[in-house]
């Protein structure tokens, strides 16, 4: 019967929302002031929309909620970083080392 399932409205190419003012802000804020700094697109789940992560060189990282994968690109080259497709690349190795650091000593994070 489809009762719970939704109708694709004529032209819609995507159902990710747009993006809020605070979380470009945070992204934004997290690149300028870590270093190396490269954005992963993680794609849009039945659960979680299109988002972002970026990731520091000493594998700190940050998630937000982007609009869509263009959306994705169009920040990251705005703030000249380069951006990578998590499902083509996986996460890097840094990354799991700076959470395997955070669980053995919490304090320091």
């Known amino acids: 019967m489809g009762l719970f399932r939704r109708r694709r409205q004529p032209g819609a190419v995507s159902r990710d929302r747009s993006v809020d003012r605070a ?32 990731i520091a060189d000493d594998g700190e990282w940050t998630r937000r909620r982007i609009d869509g994968p263009e959306g994705a690109r169009r920040f990251a080259h705005k703030l000249a970083i380069p951006i990578y497709d998590v499902r083509l690349m996986g996460y890097p190795q840094r990354m799991r ?11 320091l994070y």
Do not use: C, I, S
Not at 33 to 40: H, L
Not at 97 to 107: A, G, I, L, V, W
């Open 23 to 54: 979380a470009l802000d945070h992204l934004e804020n997290f690149v300028r002031t870590r270093r190396g700094v490269e954005a992963y697109l993680e794609p849009r789940t039945t659960v979680t929309e299109t988002t972002v992560m970026l």
């Open 97 to 107: 080392d700076y959470n395997e650091r955070r669980k053995r000593r919490p304090d």
